[in-house]
């Protein structure tokens, strides 16, 4: 194994198993994280790795470049577009990615996002570049669509639900259970998650009063981001839907948008 800090390491894990094991990676332009599962138990977890660990040669014995079972590789991008299906059209992705300003070199990628939308999304070098260097291209997903799958069931109207992250928050609001509001806002400070968190329940006529946020990702109840949002919203928070068993050090919530990846499929690039 590489001399890698991993926050958790089963002693179950064996890297001779790889075969029977699968790999979720969560990655942006600066930092990544993964872990490796079998079924629903977690054996491996490291998070905000620099991005820079994934260039360069793979070492044989870093466990991070085995050759799992499956793989899936869920790229955090700001660049994206949602499509209804019965308004797409495999031929016409060219005609859609025109929404999101392809450069040269930036690919795009369209994927089955639920049963009602196609997400067509871009990413592009070093990003990109780094990632299908030590993993095969098929099995980029857009990283949100694991949580969003993750939380559907439990979706209400009034419900908005928040994973936050170091500077970037995203946003998501459920109708019927069907996908009503996504999208994802940098942020400097609290007050500023707060701003757009009122900004998205205002365009949606949602009364501050009467919405639930329901919280994931970098965020625990005595930190400034929580506490200042209880100053705004009656009711506040912490995820507690779990779609990988871990151990009790590790809140399900702060992991939800990794673990979550294991409901994704591949997407295409074209």
């Not at 994802?184 to 707060?194: A, C, I, P, S, Y």
Request: with cysteine; proline share 4%; glycine share 6%.
């Amino acid at each position: 194994m590489s001399n890698r800090n991993y926050q958790y390491l089963d002693p179950d894990f064996s890297p001779e198993k790889a075969n029977e094991y699968t790999l979720l990676v969560k990655a942006d332009n600066t930092h990544f994280s993964f872990a490796i599962i079998t079924g629903n138990k977690l054996l491996v977890l490291a998070e905000g790795l620099d991005v820079s660990e994934l260039s360069g040669p793979a070492d044989e014995n870093d466990i991070l470049f085995k050759s799992y079972g499956q793989s899936t590789i869920g790229l955090s991008v700001e660049a994206f577009t949602f499509v209804p299906v019965s308004l797409f059209n495999p031929d016409k992705v060219a005609d859609f990615a025109r929404f999101l300003d392809v450069q040269g070199t930036e690919k795009v990628f369209s994927q089955p996002f639920d049963a009602d939308n196609q997400v067509i999304f871009k990413a592009g070098d070093p990003l990109l570049n780094t990632i299908t260097d030590k993993f095969d291209q098929k099995n980029i997903v857009f990283a949100p669509k694991g949580w969003v799958a993750a939380i559907r069931s439990q979706s209400s109207k009034n419900r908005l639900y928040l994973d936050i992250g170091t500077d970037r928050v995203e946003i998501l609001n459920f109708s019927d259970g069907k996908l009503r509001f996504y999208n994802g806002f940098e942020f400097q400070n609290e007050d500023e998650l707060v701003y757009f968190t009122s900004f998205v329940a205002g365009e949606l006529q949602l009364a501050t009063d009467e919405i639930t946020l329901i919280l994931s990702g970098e965020v625990g109840a005595d930190d400034k981001n929580y506490t200042r949002l209880g100053e705004f919203f009656n009711k506040v928070e912490l995820s507690r839907t779990a779609v990988v068993d871990l151990p009790a050090q590790f809140p399900s919530h702060s992991f939800l948008a990794l673990t979550a990846l294991t409901l994704c499929g591949s997407s295409g690039a074209h």
